[in-house]
């Protein structure tokens, strides 16, 4: 699925220019979201932790934290098919975050999504899609990774046709500012986490957590530097590309379990992704 936001900025895929163009190139990432402010709408309460080799304490101040999103075309399958002899090839496919959990548990906890060793997180593309959701006002559907087992199948009508099939990854790229903070006693800890924090322990190691949606009071900024966190997602969402014609041609995909779906051209993806935008306003006006 896209949204109407994204369909105004996906990029085009690659297309055949004629019946011998059997190899595809590699699509380049466009940007499709840029500089994205993460409100801080989070409802966790703060936390610190202490740096494995410096043992200071440090957290990420979500007051300048940016989001940019890239998307590109990766290609499945590049065929020639002809009249009466349909093409069909099963493939494994990636969908869902595409990182390790360590990764993505990193990324939750920047944005503010509570994660960690103690506390595990069942669903974390679920959560990562609602905060980010909630935080910049923008749509984000992220789900956690499956491998799916896909046959596709393509067929062509009267005349030979190349078919180049395409499934849209996207990138998320956060970066803000790492804040080490001059704690050095209890002090300084419960001015930085408050009076009643409590201990927690993090993949980043030993950590602290607020218990109130209170302000920093009273810890001192010792420095800041940037950070950059990417999190990959292969999404659901396939299209095909196709010489002379995709009006000859027809693609359909089919998991296990699960009956066939047929994969738009291109220009199907835009139109329904603007028919299900016109669908979700009448609703809401009903």
């Known amino acids: 699925m896209i949204?109407?936001?994204?369909?105004?900025?996906i990029p085009l895929p690659p297309s055949p220019a004629n019946l011998d163009d059997i190899v595809p190139p590699l699509a380049r990432p466009s940007v499709i979201f840029n500089n994205l402010e993460l409100k801080d709408v989070i409802a966790e309460p703060l936390y610190a932790y202490k740096e494995e080799r410096s043992r200071r304490w440090v957290n990420f101040d979500r007051r300048n934290m940016r989001l940019q999103v890239k998307a590109d075309w990766v290609n499945r399958v590049a065929v020639?098919?002809?009249?009466?002899?349909?093409f069909k090839q099963t493939e494994t496919i990636s969908e869902g975050i595409?990182?390790?959990?360590?990764?993505?548990?990193?990324f939750a906890?920047?944005?503010?999504?509570?994660?960690?060793i103690s506390t595990p997180v069942a669903d974390l593309g679920a959560d990562i899609s609602t905060t980010l959701s909630q935080s910049t006002s923008q749509t984000f559907q992220i789900s956690n990774?499956?491998?799916?087992?896909?046959?596709?199948?393509?067929?062509?009508?009267?005349e030979d046709s190349v078919v180049w099939l395409w499934q849209l990854n996207r990138a998320y790229l956060?970066?803000?500012d790492l804040v080490t903070w001059a704690v050095t006693g209890d002090k300084g800890i419960n001015q930085l986490t408050g009076t009643n924090s409590r201990k927690?322990?993090?993949?980043?190691?030993?950590?602290?957590?607020r218990t109130n949606q209170m302000q920093v009071n009273g810890a001192k900024r010792e420095g800041s530097s940037r950070f950059e966190q990417m999190l990959p997602v292969d999404s659901d969402v396939f299209v095909f590309t196709a010489f002379p014609s995709t009006r000859n041609v027809t693609v359909q995909m089919r998991d296990a379990g699960q009956g066939p779906v047929v994969i738009p051209s291109f220009t199907?993806?835009?139109?329904?992704a603007v028919a299900e935008a016109d669908e979700t306003t009448q609703t809401a006006a009903a």
């Open 109 to 116: 906890t920047t944005i503010g999504v509570k994660t960690g």
């Open 268 to 272: 199907g993806l835009l139109q329904s």
């Open 80 to 86: 020639k098919v002809t009249p009466g002899n349909a």
């Open 98 to 106: 595409a990182s390790s959990t360590t990764v993505t548990e990193m």
């Open 174 to 176: 956060l970066s803000g």
């Open 200 to 209: 927690v322990l993090t993949r980043d190691g030993e950590g602290r957590e």
């Open 145 to 158: 990774n499956r491998q799916v087992s896909t046959e596709f199948t393509i067929s062509t009508g009267d």
């Open 3 to 9: 949204t109407l936001e994204e369909s105004n900025q």
